[in-house]
């Protein structure tokens, strides 16, 4: 086989460009607005509004089958986020580059939704079952990565260039010209090694048509058994995460006078972007072989509380302010693993108990929206809370508070499918004071 035929020529290079764009806009972008002295209520709100791309994305992807094909808007997609993250870049030499900052980036989240549209595609429609599987590891590998190179590698080189001098626009319009490059170099990579031997898409399918099934979808998701219950719990398993991950940056970057940790951008790239984002896989590895041990309905409530306990690690740094490194990245390692491990039970649920029927693949892309919409709207108010309530140790504190609303809904939560004998009635509180439960 030819290396340009090969999946591991073109797996990881899609799903790092995948990764990329999505961790620089929702966590980079926070650190870089930080440094250049905007507010945290306006951090917070635009950097978690321009995320709603990833939510909406079911309602365009349909569409996307009429014209091209999957591998033309990989590469497409690639380019254009390339170019606009330069174009990012030079923004920052405004005066209002604010603003103008925003709509680019708002652009870029469209592009990257378009291109995990795309990217899901290519992988589903070039590899056969078993194929996806075992070339799996490698997407979810390269998709984290990604993680690691923008939370850890980029936060930590923008700080380096602080301190030689550049200035925070400086050191921000480098990383953002590297990430544009970065993008750049994958299109043509991609452009080259993804197969071509998919056919293109069937243009004697009209919009009208798209649209007819598309509503039907929709409609099918909306009235199957117990899925408002379902999307309740979806919103609110990551409530309490939603409000936490565009503060966590912010408290961690201002100085100890203002009520945070002071910690330099160097600091914040090591602990949280690359020892954190490696907990985090850690963690997800072993919450999956947790679940297949035991199964999922038997482990779902012990998963929501890995989950949501360790962020009450930020209400201690915000009580006490402490400034012993290792304790600090201790406890964001701690925070990152559960994250990991307690964030598998939410995907599997989603694709255990909401996605199974006749649109499997439609109904998993729209339970997945709506995981992201319950995490973008707490986001965008979060910064305004915190201002509210009296800075960051009342914030954490109402935080750790709204962890027991997830923790309830997952105690009574009714599950419709059991893996090996089919539909079933009963909730997962009866299978706990059944004896069921996970000691």
Known sequence: MKLSNSPIAWVPSVYFAAGLPFVVL????????????????????????????????????????????????????????????????????????????????????????????????????????????????????????????????????????????????GAWMTVLGTVAILMVVLSMYNACMIPMNECHSDSNISVKQVATDLKEVIKDFFTKRHIWYYIAFIILYRFAEGFVMKIVPIFLKTSIAEGGLGLSDKAIGLYYGTFGAAAFVIGSILGGYYISRFGLKRTLFSLALVFNLPFAVYTYFALYQPSTEWLIASGIIMEYFGYGFGFVGLTLFMMQQVAPGKHQMAHYAFASGIMNLGVMLPGMFSGWLCDEVGGFSHFFTLVLIMIFIPLTITRFIPFTYDNDKGKIEGSLNEALTEGEGVA
């Open 26 to 169: 929702n966590m980079v972008v926070v650190l870089m607005y930080k440094g250049l002295e905007i507010s945290n209520a306006a951090i917070t709100f635009w950097t978690s509004l321009i995320m709603l791309p990833w939510t909406l994305k079911p309602l365009w992807s349909p569409f996307m089958e009429i014209y091209k094909t999957k591998k033309f808007y990989v590469v497409t997609t690639e380019l254009f986020t390339g170019i606009m993250f330069g174009i990012v870049a030079l923004c920052l030499t405004l005066s209002d580059f604010f603003m103008a900052s925003i709509c680019g980036l708002a652009l870029i989240a469209f592009s990257g939704a378009t291109h995990d549209i795309a990217g899901d595609g290519v992988y589903m429609s070039e590899l056969d079952n078993s194929q996806q599987s075992k070339y799996i590891g490698w997407q979810g590998a390269f998709y984290n990565i990604a993680k690691i190179v923008g939370t850890g590698l980029l936060v930590w080189l923008a700080g380096t260039l602080g301190e030689l001098g550049i200035g925070a626009k």
